[in-house]
């Protein structure tokens, strides 16, 4: 079935056992994002030692795509440099842009990967970047203020 | 003719196709838009090819055709609302969230002496069941003008809650929109008190009818309301094309809001007059061809007949909600019962996302929406941030309910699995 390559394993497992989720006490920035057409919301908290991501605490509600996504990123993206993880969040979007013909590439994506199938799902682009483009929003937030 | 469903949906030509690798359309979300039969894709497209014309313009012909027809669809929609004061109370918008926009800027451009001025004092009384666009134009016309925004809440039933009726509507209340049917919960207000207690403040009875006109006989002079809004799209007919039923007396005093062609008596440089309605709220050469097809759209319901209609969508949302009660961990969002009640339903199945619960359902042909529906305030107030929505309609039957019906325990073993 279709819907297999939607839902793969490794989404589902993080979607009943998200990682990183609860906020971090202090945070470099923080930073609330909404998927004002179905209601998904997450609070991303980002902490910064140099250029260095040295935490990323989440917390949210949402469906299984949305959520499983912010949490493989934030086990992906916590230790990576901002220049490291400005390329995979790059690869991400491209792969998320690419209606089901890129296959992703494995090896910046690591479980990440997982989301290509989503990519055939026009409805579901929105809940699988949620996370990912709050990264964004508190990484420029957290590095404005330094 | 006894109703027929199956016979029903041989006038639509969508469901001579199918959808995910073969599988049966089966289309539950009536409430976001409506199905068209033939006769309006036909009206509608029969317009562009022997009639098409700009309306009340143009020294020809077709000119007069146009507008013979424009000015027909007019009568049907002041036919099937029963209008008192006939067709001149029709106002042709884009859709319902144009008209009660219309309405709200509207009375914001009132001046002082207008019985529909606003100031700080006065007060407009939503619900907190409203959807978007019965919310957001009053609360914003409110931050225009310094009115108060008030609102009935809603019971944990997902009921109106009038207990506080006088306290609610108030002697400074000026206006009272409400939903006429919940587009989440399904629940259909109790008008009478509201209307009575409305009127008594002097304030006027905006219906947000999206939801109710398409699926019910409404009679604007029965329920004494003053104000009335619905789509055509959800009606059958075409999208770009709603409708604004307002009380003559009380169009003539509305201020217009879009200013242009077709809207004035005369115009100078430095100032103009205004056209009786409802040109006075027609500004710009309207959507005609949809209107057209909008009146087709009500000529179809109406030969069926709106109370057969409602009829058949209380008898299937009966069926449709025993089957849920059969389903273990699933939650009915609104009435349990079919008590002034339509074929909205809107439930959570435990542990499954709505949006994962629709995406398994449309592997299965099952068309569902999910989210908030458009009325977040409503989502929060009931602590439900998302839900699942079935909407029913005349061209479904039972076997559309079993579909659904199996489709949430297919769900809930597809992402049982782990």
């Known amino acids: ?146 | 003719m006894s109703f027929s469903p199956a016979l029903i949906r041989q006038d639509f030509p969508i469901f001579e196709r199918t959808v995910r690798e073969g599988k049966k359309l089966v289309y539950l979300d009536s409430g976001a838009t409506s199905q068209k039969p033939h006769s309006v894709i036909e009206a509608e497209s029969g317009f562009y090819k022997l009639h098409n014309a700009a309306v009340h313009r143009g020294a020809h012909q077709l000119a007069e055709e146009a507008t013979d027809a424009y000015e027909n669809a007019r009568l049907i929609v002041a036919n099937f609302l029963n209008a008192p004061g006939g067709s001149d109370e029709i106002i042709f918008t884009k859709n319902a969230t144009e008209s009660l926009n219309l309405l709200a800027y509207s009375m914001g451009n009132a001046k002082n002496t207008n019985r529909f001025a606003l100031k700080t004092g006065d007060r407009i009384v939503v619900s907190e069941m409203e959807h978007h666009a019965n919310l957001i134009p009053w609360q914003q016309l409110c931050a225009r003008t310094g009115a108060e925004l008030a609102w009935f809440s809603v019971t944990p039933e997902g009921r109106l809650d009038l207990s506080a009726i006088d306290s609610v509507i108030t002697a400074n209340t000026k206006v009272v929109a409400l939903t006429h049917q919940s587009n989440v919960l399904g629940t259909i207000i109790p008008l009478e008190a509201i209307v009575a207690r409305a009127h008594a403040v002097g304030a006027v009875v905006v219906l947000d009818a999206c939801q109710s006109v398409p699926h019910m006989p409404v009679d604007v002079a029965a329920l004494d309301i003053d104000f009335l809004s619905f789509s055509g799209h959800k009606t059958l007919g075409p999208t770009g094309i709603g409708v604004l039923w307002g009380r003559k007396n009380l169009l003539d005093e509305l201020p217009p809001f879009l200013y242009g062609g077709s809207m004035i008596e005369y115009v100078t440089m430095t100032d103009a007059t205004w056209a009786p309605a409802p040109a006075k709220f027609e500004a710009g050469v309207p959507n005609m061809a949809q209107a057209v097809g909008l009146g087709a759209a009500l000529n179809y319901l109406s030969k069926i007949g709106m109370e057969n209609i409602h009829t058949h969508e209380l008898a299937l949302t009966g069926y449709l909600l025993e089957g849920m009660r059969g389903i273990a961990d699933l939650k009915l969002v609104g009435p349990t019962d079919t008590h002034s009640r339509g074929g909205a339903i809107s439930f959570m199945v435990q542990d499954i996302h709505p949006h994962d619960l629709g995406q398994y359902l449309d592997s299965q042909g099952v068309a569902v929406r999910t989210g908030h529906h458009c009325a977040w305030p409503l989502a929060k107030a009931l602590n439900v941030p998302a839900s699942t929505r079935a909407s029913l309609y005349l061209y479904n039957d039972e076997s559309d309910c079993d579909a659904l019906l199996d489709g949430i325990v297919g769900a809930k073993k597809y992402f049982g699995r782990l």
């Open chain 1, 1 to 146: 079935m279709q819907l297999d390559s939607l839902y793969q394993e490794v989404i589902l497992d993080h979607y009943k056992h998200p990682q990183h989720k609860g906020l971090s006490p202090t945070f470099s920035a923080q930073v609330s994002h909404v998927n004002a057409s179905c209601g998904d919301e997450i609070i991303l908290n980002i902490n910064l030692e140099g250029d260095l991501i040295s935490e990323l605490t989440w917390d949210g509600q949402g469906c299984s795509i949305s959520q499983a996504s912010v949490s493989i990123m934030t086990d992906l993206l916590t230790g990576k440099t901002l220049d490291q993880a400005a390329i995979i969040l790059k690869s991400f979007s491209d792969l998320m842009a690419s209606k089901g013909t890129s296959p992703g590439d494995e090896l910046v994506l690591e479980d990440a990967i997982a989301f290509a199938g989503v990519s055939k799902f026009p409805g579901r682009i929105k809940c699988s970047l949620l996370g990912w483009m709050a990264f964004k929003d508190a990484a420029i937030q957290a590095q404005s203020k330094k």
